[in-house]
């Protein structure tokens, strides 16, 4: 088989800055070692995250011109409610300005006190807007994607049984939806199966609980399906992502991953009732229904990613380069999250520095060593991120320290990807030497956004 190459041309360039090692100890230590606070111009390769920084194509730069801009009816909208509804079969499209507005005006009416949201793993500002309602966010992942060295097909699928059991527990009435994450971001970007969906519909058909996906990575998730479940080998990629919508009676989306845009959103949903009042709130928080929260040159923009991003040749590529830079690392010995998901690879920070106790934070020595060596931007997810203090005032951890490289969509070229390999690969040869960090400053919520830290001397 011959190489899988970018399927595209580069029309428009963007400069990459670079420095020296003494450059970036100085920028380091300036940004108090959290790559958040780093300027992103002082940045080599930027892999923080895949969301809202992708390339757009020439196609979305002529729609952004196209865009039309009229408060009320724009034909950009009704584009965008076209390519939507083709693809998700949804009644009502309502667009706002990112994922977490949709998550925010759903919950809003379908939360609250006294309600559960079971999903195969909440994304944290999913978890954010369920919680902030008042319900409870519950996730009921498969054992398997628990477990980072477990090589398997669809860890993000959704344990089906715990499922069961959590709704006669309990009751239908206390569960308003469900929702599946596709692909599962807080558990390593591993996809969920047809079957699985399916057999989730099933359930809670039977209970009177609709499903809603969180369809971010949606067409990530279809190309999975298509490579390795049976029976998918052969349909397009329109028809699974379809098919997958068409057990969910309504969805959130952030199309700042597979959108492929830098800003924007929707809920889509066939209950009328939910959508009158959705369409009340984004009056209030977002805009008139014919715009939420997002320009017309967005809405524009947005339509035509959304078809762009099923094409086979850039799927091909676009999981290919995840799973390349996942080869890579796994031949050298490096420990990562098993097998490589769809947009981003997890390094298990245990496994690469277990020379740091936890709370000397192992995942943000990391990320600072790969700064360092290369002008890499990756985050740590792990005690930094999701840690809590005791009662006593001592480290509460998440089960799993990682430090996530988050693929950019059409960004990075395989020189790139080598690159990021060789700096990894290098800061690993290199780990005795890392050192932890201890943290000096930070916010009572959210803390990884803003903390500072010093190097344990
Ligand atoms: N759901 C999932 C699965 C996500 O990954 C994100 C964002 C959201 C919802 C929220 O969307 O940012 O448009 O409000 N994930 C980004 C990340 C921030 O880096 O993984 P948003």
New binding site residues.
């Given amino acids: 088989m011959k190489t899988i190459i970018e399927p595209f041309k580069i029309k428009s360039v963007e400069p990459i800055k670079f420095t020296t090692e003494s450059d970036r100890e100085r920028i380091l230590r300036k940004a108090s070692y959290n790559p958040f606070l780093i300027p992103a111009e002082d940045v080599l390769i930027d892999l923080l ?3 809202g920084t992708s390339a757009m194509s020439a196609k979305q730069w002529a729609g952004i011109m196209d865009g039309d801009e009229s408060y009320a009816g724009s034909k950009s909208f009704f584009r965008f409610e076209k390519v939507i509804r083709e693809l998700t079969g949804f009644k009502h499209i309502i667009p706002t300005h ?3 507005a949709a998550e925010k005006i759903l919950f809003a009416i379908a939360g609250g006190k006294g309600n559960y949201i079971p999903n195969n793993t909440h ?1 944290d ?2 978890r954010a807007n369920v919680e902030y309602s008042g319900a409870e966010a519950v996730d009921i992942l498969t054992a398997e994607g628990k477990k980072p060295d477990v090589i398997a097909p669809f860890k993000g699928n959704m344990d089906v049984g715990g499922l069961k059991k959590f709704i006669k527990e309990k009751g239908a009435e206390s569960i308003p939806l469900c929702f599946i ?1 596709v692909t599962n ?1 807080s558990g390593g970007g591993q996809p969920v199966s047809m079957g699985n969906i399916r057999e989730v519909k099933k359930v809670l058909k039977s209970a009177g609980i609709p499903l809603f996906l ?1 369809a ?1 990575r949606f067409a990530e998730n279809a190309f999975f399906i298509k490579k390795r479940e049976p029976g998918y080998s052969r349909r397009s990629l329109v028809d699974i992502a379809q098919e997958m919508f068409s057990y969910a009676d309504g969805c959130t989306m ?1 199309a ?2 597979d959108g492929l845009v830098n800003m924007g ?1 929707f809920l889509a949903l066939n209950d009328d009732n939910i959508a009158r009042q959705a369409r009340n709130l984004l009056i209030v928080t977002e805009g008139f229904p014919t715009y939420g929260g997002l320009a017309g040159r967005d809405l524009e923009a947005i339509a035509q990613g959304l078809e762009e991003v099923l094409e086979e040749h850039y799927l091909t590529y676009r999981i290919r380069s995840v799973e390349y830079l996942g080869e890579k690392l796994t031949s050298a010995g490096v420990p990562i999250v098993q097998p490589p998901g769809g947009h981003a690879i997890y390094i298990d920070a245990k496994g690469f520095a277990p020379h740091i106790p936890v709370h000397e934070y192992p995942g943000q020595a990391i990320v600072c060593a790969l700064y360092l060596a290369g002008g890499i931007r990756s985050v740590e997810i792990g005690s930094v991120m999701f840690g809590k203090y005791d009662s006593t005032g001592k480290l509460v951890s998440p089960s799993m320290e990682l430090v996530r490289l ?1 693929i950019p969509r059409r960004v990075y070229t395989q020189s790139h990807i080598d690159y990021v390999a060789e700096v990894v690969l290098e800061v690993f040869a290199n780990r005795r030497r890392l050192k932890g960090l201890r943290i000096t400053e930070e916010a009572p919520v959210l803390r990884h956004f803003t903390a500072k830290f010093k190097p344990v001397s």
Wanted: net charge positive; with cysteine; aromatic share 6%.
């Fill in positions: 995250t895949d969301s990112q994922g977490r994304f500002t999913t994450t971001n969180d971010c952030s700042k991953k959103g988050a």
